[in-house]
């Protein structure tokens, strides 16, 4: 079995209402051209957007929320829950975003609650792990996402696993233009790959996606779906504009 291929762009805290409603227009032959290429596309707008892009985009795309509340409501100022998101067609959600982790300080413990509420909930998640540059420097990659995958997944069942996409990000690539290369990414997917194989099946860790993201472009998003072990890409900068969008898919 093939595991499904997945390009997402990550708008962060870019694009106004009436921005993401202009990236919408071009979209229609961008998402014929993905299911071509046999890869899922979409997008995780702001909170205020979402709800623009959903309407603006046809099901089959994907439209993530950036980030949620493992409560279903309450005494959160600022936050958004999952009946929330769910009341306007939202199915998708990132955890564990390391802008998340470095600026709102979430821990695994939090990302896991965030994780059970969500495929509680039916929705799929694209949780976030990597290492920042001194782990990287100091050859911890391995060590810290494996606790990441560990503690994040906690009491995730093997049955809820077919909602779980993983993203390998290490923090020293977003943003900084400086991509881990193909191999880096291969290697560090695979190890992911092989920590779901003990915590569930070889068979669930066949399945599940594991997608790149760092300073992907349409110049190097190719060299990784050469690979044995990543299943796509997480997206930031290069995301934000249709055109370059549109070169991600076709280069993918
Ligand atoms: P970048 O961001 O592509 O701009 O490096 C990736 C991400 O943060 O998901």
Not at 85 to 109: A, D, P
Not at 167 to 182: D, Q
Not at 195 to 202: G, Q
């Amino acid at each position: 079995m093939s595991r499904t291929k997945y390009l997402i762009g990550n708008w962060k805290m870019n694009h106004t209402i009436t921005e993401s409603k202009e990236f919408c227009y071009n979209l229609p032959a961008i998402i014929n051209l993905a299911d071509r290429k046999n890869v899922k596309i979409g997008v995780c707008p702001s909170f205020l957007s979402l709800n623009t892009v959903r309407r603006n985009t046809p099901f089959s795309f994907i439209v993530a929320s950036q980030d949620v509340h493992y409560e279903q409501k309450g005494a959160f100022t600022g936050n958004v829950s999952i009946p929330m998101l769910k009341e306007i067609g939202i199915t998708y959600s990132l955890v564990g975003h390391s802008e998340r982790r470095q600026y709102q300080h979430e821990t695994n413990e939090i990302c896991n609650k965030k994780i059970k509420a969500l495929v509680e909930n039916n929705f799929k998640v694209i949780y976030c792990v990597g290492e920042t540059l001194s782990e990287y420097e100091n050859e911890l990659t391995q060590t810290v996402v494996e606790q990441q995958i560990r503690e994040g997944l906690l009491e995730i069942q093997a049955k809820d696993m077919s909602k779980i996409i993983i993203a390998y990000e290490p923090v020293w690539s977003i943003g900084t233009g400086i991509n881990a290369s193909a191999e880096i990414a291969e290697s560090v997917c695979a190890f992911i790959r092989k920590t779901i194989s003990e915590l569930y099946s070889e068979e669930i860790a066949e399945q599940t996606s594991i997608i790149y993201g760092g300073s992907v472009n349409s110049d190097n998003i190719h060299s990784y779906m050469t690979t044995d072990n990543v299943d796509g890409a997480l997206v930031g900068g290069a995301s934000l504009n249709i055109v370059s969008y549109k070169k991600l898919v076709e280069n993918f």
